[in-house]
């Protein structure tokens, strides 16, 4: 795929987004709700930029936030509809956060898509991977929109988390030459980066510190090993994002909680806590005592906020703006 989009500049990889998204069909007879069009301001979540100079807008990919849920005619449908004002509610509350995490250097653009629910993850790999074209062909098409008409050649951001972060995975192994030089860093959060993943995409730079531009940052957050979530593991990239070291070397989260990283099984260990404050009954299937999945921004929010400006400004400063 590197070697195909190499071959094409922007406008060239823009059309290929298109296609692939208008492609993208379920391969069953599922109930499907409608695309978005992204071209409706309503199929946004946007900010305005807190700057005007120096300035790394966001394009940030939603988690998952919704169950199966009953169309009109009765159907069970597995896909969020970015038009139910229910649905949509309940996706505000992700967006803000995150927003006022990655935004702080820039717009944030966040679209609505037909993300896959949380009972398809549940049911595992196979039906996550057969779902998952619809949501990213949304995802595809909205980036290429971002790209088209709203990025105006700065530099951006790529942040997402959990089903998001799956998103932005996918978006890296996909990026242009042209378009990775732009990238201040990615954020996969609560998601895996691959062998495979590595091996497809030279966009895909791991973050070995706090300040480098044009990496990826990843991790996911458990008591200890036995609360690992398969679907979300094991990653080939993790970091530390309290002191942003790759190693076992602790650091504090508050007076009594320490984080670090377990290289072997490429999670982060958060010793100190109560696990079973954090646990979802509900969520269970997925994310047992001990998984802090839910908290993967709230832990670490003025890390990451910090390091987003951060690493804008290596950005710029590597470039001489």
């Known amino acids: 795929m590197m070697r195909t989009m190499r071959r094409y500049g922007v406008i060239g990889w823009l059309a290929l987004l298109w296609c692939v998204g208008c492609a993208a069909r379920p391969a069953d007879p599922e109930p499907v709700p409608a695309a978005p069009d992204y071209a409706d301001p309503q ?17 940030y990919i939603l988690p998952t936030c919704v169950w199966d849920w009953q169309d009109e005619a009765g159907r069970t449908v597995h896909y969020a509809d970015p038009r139910d004002p229910a649905q949509r509610e309940a996706m505000r509350p992700s967006y803000e956060l995150a927003a006022s995490i990655f935004g702080v250097r820039g717009a944030c653009f966040a679209p609505y898509y037909r993300q896959i629910t949380l009972d398809s993850w549940m049911a595992g790999e196979e039906t996550i991977e057969r779902r998952f074209g619809v949501a990213m062909g949304d995802i595809r098409a909205a980036f ?13 951001v790529l942040a997402g988390f959990s089903q998001g972060a799956k998103g932005v995975v996918e978006l890296l192994r996909e990026l242009p030459d042209s378009l990775a030089e732009r990238l201040v860093a990615a954020y996969v959060i609560g998601y895996r980066v691959t062998e495979e993943d590595l091996a497809a995409s030279a966009a895909i730079r791991p973050a070995t510190g706090a300040d480098g531009a044009g990496v990826t940052v990843c991790y996911n957050s458990v008591a200890d090993e036995s609360a690992i979530c398969p679907v979300l593991s094991p990653s080939r990239l993790c970091i530390n994002p309290l002191n942003w070291h790759t190693d076992g070397e602790p650091a504090p989260l508050n007076d009594t909680v320490t984080v670090r990283v377990d290289s072997r099984h490429g999670v982060l260990l958060v010793e100190g806590f109560d696990p079973e404050a954090y646990y979802v009954p509900s969520l269970g299937a997925l ?33 001489g703006e």
């Open 43 to 59: 199929m946004w979540y946007r900010t305005e930029s807190p700057v005007t100079e120096r300035r790394a807008d966001v394009f």
């Open 144 to 156: 290429a929109r971002f790209i088209r008409e709203e990025s105006a050649g700065r530099p951006f």
């Open 287 to 319: 994310f047992p005592v001990g998984n802090y999945h839910l908290q993967e921004l709230f832990f670490y929010r003025d890390a990451l906020a910090a390091n987003v400006a951060l690493r804008t400004e290596a950005w710029y400063d590597r470039r």
